[in-house]
Structure formats: C-alpha cells, structure tokens
C-alpha cells in the first residue's frame, strides 16, 4: 500500500477547549492517525496560545501565506495524497493550487457547519422576520456550495444539512458524507460516577464568544429568561462560561443578579457536570452544537431552542426541554430545575441520544469505506461532477489571477520601502 499524507489546511489553529469545532477537527485528525495516515496541519492564521500542540501527536505543523507562491513549493515537496479543507474559505483560497500542484490529491471540505445557512437565520433574525428559503439564495451561499462542488467529497455534520443540500440545492449525494460528532459510548460506570441531583446546583451557559449565535444567547438570557428564572428561583444562579470573554461580555456580570461571567472553562464537561441545568437558548446557528453533547455526556439536561435542537437528537426524545419564546425557556428551566424525577428523564435521554446517535466506530468505518471507493476510481468521480470541473476551470482561471496579482502588488511593495 502507498503512503498515506493528509495535509489540513486550517482556517484556524484548533483549540478544543475552546470551540466544538476544534473539538471536531481533533476527532478527525485522530480518525486519520489510527489508520496511520501522515498527517501535516498547515494554517496561515497565528499561532494561539489556546491551540492544541499537535507536534506531541506527531504532527508536522506549517504556517503558510495566501497569495504566495511559497505554497505551491511547499506542496511539490510535500505531494499529499489527501487533501482537508477546514472551512470553504480555506478550499477558495488554496483549492486552485492544490489541483494544479497535486491533482491526483483527493480534496476533501469540512464545512463544519453550513455558513450560508448560520448568516442566512442570523439575517432573518436582525430582521425579525420569520425565516423563509428566500433567505438562503445568497452570495456567501453560492461560494460556499461552489466549494462543495469542486470538492470529492463534503463532511457534513447534520442530517438536515445534508437534507437541505440534497433536496433544497440538488447536490449530488455522491458528493457529501454524514459525518457527526465521533464520540465513544458512554458505559455504566461513567454514569454512575457522575453527580446526582441533589449534589448539583445552579444553572450553567457555555460558548465561545468570538461566534455571533453565542453572544446573541448570552444577550437573550441576561435581557430576558434570566430574570423569569431568577424571580421565582432567588438563590439560583447562572454561570456564564465561554472562550474570548470581551469587555461587553465583562460587563453582563452582576453579583447581585447572580448572571455570573467566569470566562474560559478549562474542562467543559468538568464544569457542566457540576450545574443542574443548561441554558442554551441559540436564536440562529447551524451545525451541530458541540455545548449539548458535553451537557449529555456531563450528565446535565438542557434547555435550547428548535435551532439550537437541530440535527442532535433525530427521532429520540430531547435531554430537557426545547420551547423558543423567553417565557416558556423559564418555565421550563424552573420545572427541569425543581423536579428530580423529571431531571432524571432528561439526563437518561441525553446518554441515550450520545448513545445511540455519535457512535465514533460506525462512522468511523463508513468514512473510510467511502475513501476506499473513491481512491480506485476518482477520475470517474470527477467525470461524473461535470459541475465541479467547470467551477474548477474558471475558479482557477479568476483566483489563480487574482492571486497572482495580489502577490506580484506585495512583492512590488515591500521592494518600495526597502
């Protein structure tokens, strides 16, 4: 068998603790190591001190530059076999040069989630208009599912994204693969070393602040549900936790509310576990949210939104409650809050969901299954995404000259301040 190189070209450097995609891109990484792929990360974003040191896994770590042809070096010396592109904007950027450097690359995109679809419901929401499909017709739509097209092959973390992608845009599903959370199951004595309901106190919110739908249910919480809450539960408090805390993320403490702002959590799970309900009322999104799965495998029910619900709990019942207007989240918080039998539900449902839904050795096994099928013939899978190669043509026509001129304008700039 020939040897296996996987280069991820990272929108961002990943920090799991941080965000649920950092949390996934490291699920994928670890699927690709365990079948003993190289595996290079390569990012033109900075170095975070939050990141994840893949060198102690035995990655090679490279930053690289867009608009520099220093990148087409390093893929000649590299020559990949496999291709991750983490974020269609990563595929815009150095799609054209992996192909004209290393066609036979299988590329593959990691949407992560469907941002056409995240900006789509964030736009209905700033215009406080139901959302309707006239929504999702947009540029940032056309340029993502582009990518997608000019990709072998798309992971897509939700069964409705997939759906949407399928039924709504009339991709190929030859094109797109389900891949969710990979999680391990959760077995007897994990549960049973988890806090009981009476040793739990406390409501608890988790997110990364740098992501709009995170901010905007903080905001919602603070401004309307908290208070309902806080009224008929005065001892209770809300602990606010999430990576990038702003000053106007600063600003939402008060003590005296008990709307408690604490910053990054070192271990998710270590501090939901210790709550007994999740707030998670998300008013957009899309994807997978990553704060639920480590409310179920804490053991902590929750409470969110439809969207917030979206893609996670398939035909199982919810671990909590799902209500949409600020008056019914509280309410439904108090009950969840107040009633062990009906908390002990919840949590049951939501180690039944990570269960029966996240199985890391079923998808695991399909993933590579589908792979397989494309390493022995990916030149008729190209012929039959006709589409995808016209995109590729002019994609590699415009951005190869836009790109070229970008580097050739630097190149002239820093020789004019010498």
């Known amino acids: 068998m020939c040897h296996s190189k996987l280069l991820i070209i990272g929108f961002v450097w990943p920090e799991p603790n941080s965000s649920a995609a950092g949390g996934r891109m490291m699920q994928i990484i670890d699927l690709f190591l365990k079948k003993k792929f190289e595996v290079i990360y390569a990012s033109p974003a900075k170095f975070s001190e939050n990141a994840e040191n893949l060198e102690d896994l035995g990655i090679t770590q490279k930053q690289i530059q867009v608009n520099d042809s220093s990148f087409d070096e390093f893929l000649i010396e590299e020559q990949p076999t496999h291709v991750l592109f983490d974020r269609f904007m990563m595929e815009e950027q150095f799609g054209w040069r992996i192909a004209e450097q290393c066609p036979e690359a299988m590329r593959i995109l990691d949407t992560e989630d469907l941002h056409f679809l995240r900006k789509a419901r964030q736009q209905a929401y700033k215009d406080k208009k139901t959302f309707k499909k006239k929504y999702l017709y947009t540029d940032i739509a056309k340029r993502e599912i582009a990518s997608i097209l000019r990709c072998d092959l798309s992971l897509i973390i939700s069964k409705s994204e997939m759906d949407l992608l399928v039924n709504e845009f009339k991709v190929q599903k030859s094109l797109l693969l389900y891949l969710p959370f990979l999680l391990k199951p ?127 709990c398939g035909d199982f019942p919810w671990c909590g409650e799902i209500a949409n207007s600020a008056e019914e989240i509280a309410k439904q918080a108090i009950l969840l809050y107040k009633m062990p039998k009906r908390w002990k539900i919840a949590q049951r449902n939501g180690f039944n969901i990570i269960n029966k839904r996240f199985q890391r050795k079923v998808f695991a096994a399909n993933f590579f299954k589908r792979l397989k099928k494309l390493e022995q ?42």
């Open 377 to 418: 013939d990916l030149n008729l899978h190209r012929q039959q995404n006709f589409t995808g190669q016209v995109l590729m043509h002019h994609t590699t026509q415009s951005t190869k000259y836009m790109s070229l001129w970008i580097e050739s304008k630097n190149k002239n700039t820093s020789k004019e301040s010498i």
């Open 186 to 312: 959760l077995k007897t004595n994990d549960v049973e070393n988890l806090p009981n309901f009476d040793a739990r106190q406390h409501f608890i919110s988790i997110g990364n602040f740098l992501h709009a739908p995170n901010w905007d249910k903080t905001l919602f919480l603070k401004e309307e549900i908290w208070p309902l809450i806080k009224k008929e539960l005065p001892e209770a408090e809300l602990h606010v936790y999430g990576a990038y805390t702003s000053q106007k993320v600063e600003q939402l403490h008060s003590a005296k509310q008990g709307f408690l702002i604490k910053g990054r959590a070192p271990n998710a799970i270590d501090a939901i576990k210790q709550a007994k309900v999740l707030l998670g009322p998300l008013r957009f999104g899309a994807g997978l949210k990553g704060k639920f799965i480590d409310a179920m495998q804490a053991g902590t029910p929750s409470i969110t939104t439809t969207v917030g619900a979206e893609g996670l």
